[in-house]
């Protein structure tokens, strides 16, 4: 029986890990579940559930929590400190990292430096400050379990592999909904039309970065974390039918790819039973019914947030976080309506633009990094 503590247990990572241990009660239980406002989707979590402990990041909704709760076997933790406390728990074996944004950097590195195995699906984790992540696993021997697709998909082609033989790897993405669009269209993109994704069923944040093309950069940065790879050894395709989720090339010219049906359970299910596998977690891919299987390369004229993630990796230390920090934000103001969807690209590369990168010598550094790109990139919105 292992026992899950999920830090962001109400997004879409978080309800998708809960429907992956709800099939399996002999296997897995949950002791600690997290949110920053949805406190009604928690309250329910929580009583379904049974868990000794939540954590809630938003105060008012901490207190509507709490009350709620009051009587039942359930201790309401508050704020950062809480966060922590929650990803730290004794008895946690496995700690499910599905906070979207900086927010989740402390409580993942705490929960890491505790020695919990991290099923990691907070890409901006790695993107920040993923020398300190790296250096910290290989220290104290803490397991990262890639959750992200992709990443999944490259843990489990590389599994027995002699890393030696590897050329490269191939990172796979849908195109998003605005594939084939050029620039000048894109221009007219409303956030309800970026949030029609053709395969994938996500939070917002996660799908607008799909559209921009953002979320495969993010990508490539955490994959050269996770697996050591310069960006050179990074290749990205553009994949529409969403069936191979990555793939692996090695020297002798031969390929390794991971396919299923577009469905986060089965990685979420990989990264929580590792190096088992879970009966009937996703629905069989039936090759039969397919009608073909296409890549292509990203059109980064039209869609420049992929080249700032490359331009990022490559100035590397704080650059990273900037990049990630500015893109939040630009997004944040497109789903509000204040910006267009080109110029998320823009407000971007302006704050890059104006970073002097510093040495990530510390969480601190990649934190303070994070807070300078957001309040240079609301300047920049505003101006």
């Known amino acids: ?108 590195y705490e929960a890491m430096r505790a020695g919990k195995v991290i099923a990691l699906a907070n890409k901006e984790v790695l993107v920040a400050a993923g020398s300190i992540f790296m250096r910290e696993s290989s220290r104290n021997g803490s397991k990262i379990l890639p959750v992200d697709s992709e990443h999944s998909a490259l843990f489990q082609c590389l599994l027995g592999q ?15 909904p605005f594939h084939g669009l050029k620039r000048d269209v894109l221009a007219d993109m409303t956030a309800e039309l970026a949030l029609k994704h053709p395969n994938w069923s996500m939070g917002r944040k996660i799908t607008i970065d799909s559209a921009t093309l953002m979320n495969k950069g993010l ?37 390794i790819a991971q396919m299923s049906n577009p469905d986060m359970k089965g990685p979420i299910a990989f990264a929580l039973s590792y190096p088992e596998r879970l009966e009937g977690v996703m629905q069989d891919l039936d090759l039969s019914a397919l009608s073909g299987l296409t890549f292509e390369r990203p059109d980064l004229e039209s869609f420049p947030c992929l080249g700032l993630a490359y331009e990022a990796l490559r100035i590397g230390k704080t650059m990273p976080a900037v990049l990630n920090a500015a893109n939040e934000v630009a997004v944040s103001a497109f789903l509000d309506g204040i910006i267009g969807f080109n110029e998320i690209s823009v407000i971007i ?19 303070e990094a994070d807070q300078w790109a957001r309040k240079r990139a609301l300047e920049v919105i505003k101006s």
């Open 349 to 367: 590369e302006r704050v890059m633009d104006v970073h002097e990168p510093l040495e990530l010598d510390s969480l601190e550094t990649a934190l």
């Open 219 to 255: 990508e490539v940065i955490e994959a050269h974390h996770l697996f050591g790879l310069p960006l050179s050894d990074i290749e990205v395709l553009i994949h529409r039918q969403s069936i191979i989720h990555s793939m692996v090339s090695f020297r002798d010219g031969s390929y």
């Open 1 to 108: 029986m292992k026992n899950v503590v999920i830090l962001g247990s109400t997004g879409s990572i978080g309800r998708s890990t809960l429907e992956v241990i709800s099939k399996f009660p002999e296997r897995f239980r949950v002791i600690g579940l997290s949110t920053n406002t949805s406190a009604d989707r928690l309250i329910e979590q929580a009583v379904v559930f049974k868990v000794p402990y939540v954590a809630v990041s938003d105060e008012r909704a901490y207190l509507k929590v709490k009350d709620a709760l009051k009587g039942k076997d359930t201790k309401v933790l508050s704020g950062k400190e809480g966060l922590v406390e929650l990803a730290c728990l004794e008895d946690a074996h496995t700690v499910v990292a599905a906070i979207v944004g900086c927010v989740g950097l402390i409580p993942t």
């Open 162 to 176: 002699d890393r030696g033989a590897l050329k490269k790897i191939v990172l796979t993405a849908s195109g998003g």
